[in-house]
C-alpha cells in the first residue's frame, strides 16, 4: 500500500513505499573492506575536524566495534584508550541503544521543540537528569554537543546579568589548556592558543588565567598551598577585570584534552568560594567528565561543591548519537522562565530535545544504571591508575595521573630538572603510533598520551594498555 501525500488543499497524491527488500539492498558507494579506495573517497570528498590532509592520507578506517575494541576496513582489532572521543563509555555495538533509536524513529522523526511544541522523550530526559545531576541543578536545555552546550551557557550567564540588572557583567573568564569547544566562542573560551590564529580575531569579553596543573604550576607564595594559590588567580583575575564586568568563570572538573589536569583537592572549594564572594557564575563544564568518567555520576561531586550551571554531552548517549545540553540552577531558570517581549531569552537550536537523541539518552542512562558502570568506572580507574604509575621508573615518563577512567603519561626529556622535549620532535606522536603498531589506539597531546578506555573494558584490556604503553616508550625512547 502506498502513502498518501498531500499535494495542496483537498488533493491527495499515492507515493510508492519502499518495499522492505528494496531497502535493504542499499549499499554504500565505498566498500567497507577496501580501505585504500575509501581512503581515495575520503580525501577528494571529506573535511575533518581538524583537518590534516597529510594525517588523512593514512588514515584508518574504522568499521565496526565490540565493547572495547576497534575494527579497521583490513580487520585489524585495536583496543578503543580513549573511548572514541572520551564519549563511547558503555562500549561499542549495544543493541540496547540501537533499538532505542529505531523505536523512536519509526513512532516520531522530528518535531520542533520550541516554545509552544515538546515531545515525550525531551520531557522524560529533564526529568530523570533533575534527579540525577547536582541537588541545586533543576531545568535543563538540550543541544547537538558539547560546544553547543557552553555557547548556551555563556549566553546564559550575560542574559541572566542582564536581567538581573547588572548588565555590564559580559566577562568569561577560563584556564590555559581548558577545552571547551571551536565555534566562534568556545574557541575564544578554549585556552589552547593553536586554535586561534587562522580564526582570529577572537570574541572580546573571555579572558584566561593559568590551570592548576601539579606537575608544572610553580607559584612563590609559601603562606597557602599550590591549590589554594591556583585557585586565588581567578580572584586576581576578577578583581583585575572588576568585579561588576566578570559574568562567569568556566571550568572543567578535570582538565580532559588539555592533558587530564587533576586539581589539588582544595582548588575547587576556593574557587566557588571566590565565585560566591565577587557574585560570579560558576560553570562547570563536564562534557567530559559526565555520567562517571570520573568514577563520580559528576566530576565537582569530589569535592563537594555545586555549579550554577552545567554543561554535559558525550555520555549522556556513549557517543551513539548527538546529544549535549546545560543545565541550570534555579535563580537561572526562573530568570529564563520569567523572560518575555524585550528580555525574552532568544536562544535556539533546531535539534534541541531531538526525540530520537533524548531516547537514546534515557536507554543509555538505564545501561549505566543497571550494570553500575559508574562505580565500575571507579574500580577499574584505581586498577588503571595502579598499573600505570609502574611506568614512573622510565626515564622518560614525567607524572601518571588519573582520575576514574580518565589517566594520562606525560613523557619528559628530563625529571630532575624538569624538562620538556623539543616539540619538533613529535616524541609523542611517536610514542602513540608505536602503540598502534601494537594494537591500541589513542590521542596524544604534546607528549602527554590521553587515556580514558570504556567502563565495560576488561582487567585484561586495561593491564594491557598500560603494558604497551609501557613497551612503545622503550622502543621509542630506549630502555633507560
Known sequence: MGILFPLRAGRLTRHRAVPSSEALSW?????????????????????????????????????EGRAAVLIDADGREYIDALSGLWNVHVGHGRRELADAA????????????YAGGSNLPA?????????????????????????????????????????????????????????????????????????????????????????????????????????V???????????????????????????????????????????????????????????????????????????????????????????????????????LAESIRGGAGKTKWMHAYTYSGHPTACAVALANLDLIEREQLVERAAVLGRRFLAALCQLDVLPHVGETRGLG????????????????????????ARVVAEMARRGVVTRVLGDVILLAPPFVATDEQIDRIAGVIGESIRAVLGRG
Open 405 to 428: 577512567l580518565m589517566a594520562a603519561v606525560e613523557l619528559v626529556e628530563s625529571k630532575q630538572p624538569k624538562n620538556r622535549f623539543d616539540p619538533a620532535a613529535g616524541t609523542g
Open 123 to 227: 520531557v522524560a530526559l529533564a526529568d530523570r537528569l533533575a534527579r540525577l545531576v547536582y541537588p541545586n541543578i533543576e531545568a535543563f536545555y538540550f543541544t547537538s554537543g558539547g560546544a553547543e552546550a557552553n555557547e548556551t551557557a555563556f549566553k546564559t550567564a550575560r542574559f541572566f546579568w542582564k536581567v538581573a540588572g547588572r548588565p555590564e557583567k559580559t566577562t568569561i573568564i577560563a584556564r590555559h589548556l581548558g577545552y571547551h569547544g571551536t565555534t566562534l566562542a568556545t574557541m575564544s573560551a578554549t585556552g589552547m592558543d593553536w586554535y586561534w590564529p587562522m580564526f582570529e580575531p577572537r570574541v572580546p569579553g573571555f579572558v584566561h588565567i593559568e590551570s592548576p596543573y601539579p606537575f608544572w604550576f610553580e607559584t612563590a607564595r609559601r603562606d597557602v598551598t599550590a591549590g
Open 229 to 331: 594559590a591556583a585557585a586565588d588567580l581567578l580572584d586576581e583575575a576578577i578583581e583585575r577585570e572588576g568585579p561588576e564586568t566578570v559574568a562567569a568563570f568556566i571550568a572543567e572538573p578535570v582538565q580532559g584534552s588539555g592533558g587530564v589536569i587533576v586539581p589539588p583537592d582544595d582548588y575547587f572549594p576556593r574557587v566557588r568560594e571566590i565565585c560566591d564572594r565577587h557574585d560570579v557564575l560558576l560553570i562547570a563544564d563536564e562534557v567530559i567528565t559526565g555520567f562517571g568518567r570520573t568514577g563520580r555520576w559528576f566530576g565537582l561531586e569530589h569535592w563537594g561543591i555545586e555549579p550554577d550551571i552545567l554543561t554535559f554531552a558525550k555520555g549522556i548517549t556513549s557517543g551513539y548519537i548527538s546529544l549535549g545540553g546545560m543545565g541550570v540552577n534555579r535563580r
Open 102 to 113: 529505531a523505536r523512536q524513529m519509526e513512532r516520531l522523526a522530528y518535531t520542533p521543540n
Open 27 to 63: 549499499r554504500p558507494a565505498v566498500n567497507d573492506r577496501d580501505s585504500d579506495s575509501t581512503r581515495v573517497s575520503d580525501l577528494a570528498h571529506l573535511i575533518h575536524p581538524l583537518h590534516d590532509a597529510a594525517a588523512q592520507a593514512t588514515a584508518r578506517v574504522w568499521v
